[in-house]
């Protein structure tokens, strides 16, 4: 495959991906005419418009969606061999890494990952953006960050993505003023903290909601920050994944998990990239660094 052929492949598939003329030439770190010019000779060597504009947005036709598949298929692999034979030294990478994190993924799994940064003595510049759930695969195919972890599932069709982690939901409480045994019974007199679920945890609200007891609840946050020390100081009681109560507790220990007396399970977390074709080989790295740090080794390179 030539040169040229190879760029008028890179470029279909990133078009496609992005659906725009300005973020594909970005990415391509390219003038917007050349992505232009480089669109009409495809339309020429595959006799057909391949993309429409309407508004902002280029749509694929229906060939260019038979043709995606294939062709993202043989631009992966040859990129890969490319990168096998270049090489990584993650010593002596220095550029920007951007994680698309929820606060509450902020607060339990940015530790462990710039633990293993600092095991690997790599040093990148990590950037943390914070990303609400419906912002990820936006953010995603425009480079506005390289890698995203949550529990929101999210359609896969232009990203790769892979299970890290089950979500089992528990409550919180204060030792001073512990919940009783679990039963349906347990939360009769209790005030709630309620957290907003733009992060992606829609369990707790629906839940309060379903056994009626959103009349309990004291206290509404956007975010999970504040809670341990609100419920240390308080009784109020709060909703969460397991993984994130294992988490505050190691804050403050005087905080206690209770089991709930309903099924408490929701999608998994799951850590989301670009297609193979449009990572780096700092991205691919990264990638799997992070997927080593969190990972509860409950899913086996399952891709979602």
Request: proline share 6%.
């Amino acid at each position: 495959m030539s040169h040229t052929d190879l760029n008028q492949l890179r470029t279909f598939v990133v078009l496609y991906e992005l659906r725009s003329v300005t973020a594909t030439a970005d990415r391509l770190h390219v003038t917007q005419p050349t992505v232009s010019y480089t669109l009409a000779r495809l339309r020429e060597r595959f006799r057909d418009d391949l993309f429409r504009r309407e508004g902002h947005v280029m749509v694929p036709t229906t060939r260019a969606t038979e043709l995606f598949g294939p062709l993202h298929e043989a631009l992966s692999r040859i990129e890969a061999a490319v990168d096998d034979t270049a090489g990584f030294e993650a010593t002596t990478y220095t550029g920007e890494l951007a994680l698309g994190l929820t606060s509450i993924g902020e607060q339990t799994f940015l530790p462990p990952i710039m633990g293993a940064l600092a095991r690997e003595r790599a040093n990148p510049h990590v950037v943390v953006k914070r990303i609400d759930s419906d912002e990820v695969e936006d953010a995603l195919m425009r480079g506005r960050i390289d890698l995203a972890v949550t529990v929101s599932p999210i359609d896969v069709s232009r990203l790769w993505g892979t299970r890290v982690r089950s979500v089992e939901y528990v409550a919180l409480a204060s030792q001073d003023h512990p919940l009783a045994d679990t039963s349906p019974e347990m939360f009769e007199g209790r005030r709630f903290v309620r957290v907003s679920s733009r992060g992606g945890h829609v369990f707790p609200l629906h839940t309060l909601i379903e056994h009626g007891l959103m009349p309990q609840v004291a206290l509404s946050v956007d975010e999970y920050a504040t809670v341990p020390a609100v419920l240390v100081a308080t009784d109020l009681v709060v909703l969460l994944p397991r993984h994130v109560a294992e988490v505050f507790r190691g804050w403050f220990p005087t905080l206690q998990v209770t089991e709930l007396p309903w099924p408490g399970e929701s999608s998994p977390v799951t850590l989301y990239t670009r297609r193979e074709s449009s990572l780096s080989p700092a991205q691919r790295w990264l990638r799997k660094l992070v997927i080593d740090a969190i990972s509860s080794g409950e899913f086996f390179d399952d891709p979602a």
